[in-house]
């Protein structure tokens, strides 16, 4: 009788144990969203987030988190995030009271991209202040813009900009003469670039140019071509967005008709060697 007891005593034990575990597996998860325990952060507090995240969180709850534009203001005004408050960097004192009260609401900073920088400083200063749910969105802008997302775009947004138009000729004594300080990109498309370009171009495909513009340095002479100026007008402007001062906008049809030299082949990446004869 006794060992009959023990053993209806075991396998009521064992049921409760099942019921437990079962119910610890259909425990919902916490969702990355509502908490920043689950991202990497960096040694400065905050945590990175890509496009296609941010997009996801403006989809699924916009309440949850408070997208911070840290831009100047009359780059705001031009275009921004559909929904983003501006608090400039610059200026991160004087606007800060348009962050949340609540410490632990969740904030995304953005800015004009990974080499801007405006963004990192004002996701630290946020928290400075006590904000422990930092998030930044270092791709910025130019990408959100480039990706097609949702935008606020001001009156000023579709003003046309002037270039600085550069000759093929004037172009081959810059490259010649600036060397490692020139950077040549040819912003067609893959196959065009392979079937012929300026030798020692490098390809970034307009329709990626924000993305890929990383490998640019800031300091150095850029020059975007295309073959009739209306993928180098869009890149010359994304690059004036980003920050790049010294940029010039040439065309490949003039180089051809000119009979200056013209290779094949794919991108190798970037070269700031001179072209070959000159």
Known sequence: MRIKMILMALIFYGAAVAGTCGAAVLQEPVSGADTIASRQLTKEGYALIDTETLKGYLESDPEKCVVIDARNPEEYQEVHIQGAVNVPQKHFSQYAHLLPQEKSAQIIFYCNGIKCGKSRKAAIKAIKMGYDNVLVYAEGMP????????????PDYEKRIETTRISPQDLTVLIGSAGDNC??????????????????????????????????????????????????????????????????????????????????????GVSHRPLAGT
């Not at 990408?143 to 001001?154: D, L, N, R, S, T």
């Not at 071509?225 to 004036?240: F, I, P, Q, T």
């Not at 065309?251 to 794919?266: M, S």
């Open 183 to 268: 950077t040549l990109v040819d912003v067609r498309d893959r196959d065009e670039y392979t079937e012929g370009h300026i030798p020692g171009a490098v390809n970034i495909p307009v329709a990626s140019f924000s993305s890929e513009s990383g490998i640019l340095d800031k300091n150095s002479t850029i020059v975007v071509y295309c073959n009739s100026g209306g993928r180098s007008y869009n890149a010359y402007r994304k690059l004036m967005k980003l920050g790049y001062k010294k940029i010039y906008q040439s065309l490949f049809y003039d180089w051809k008709e000119q009979g200056l030299p013209v290779a094949q082949g794919a991108s190798q």
């Open 143 to 154: 990408v959100w813009e480039e990706k097609g997302m949702p935008i606020y775009a001001g």
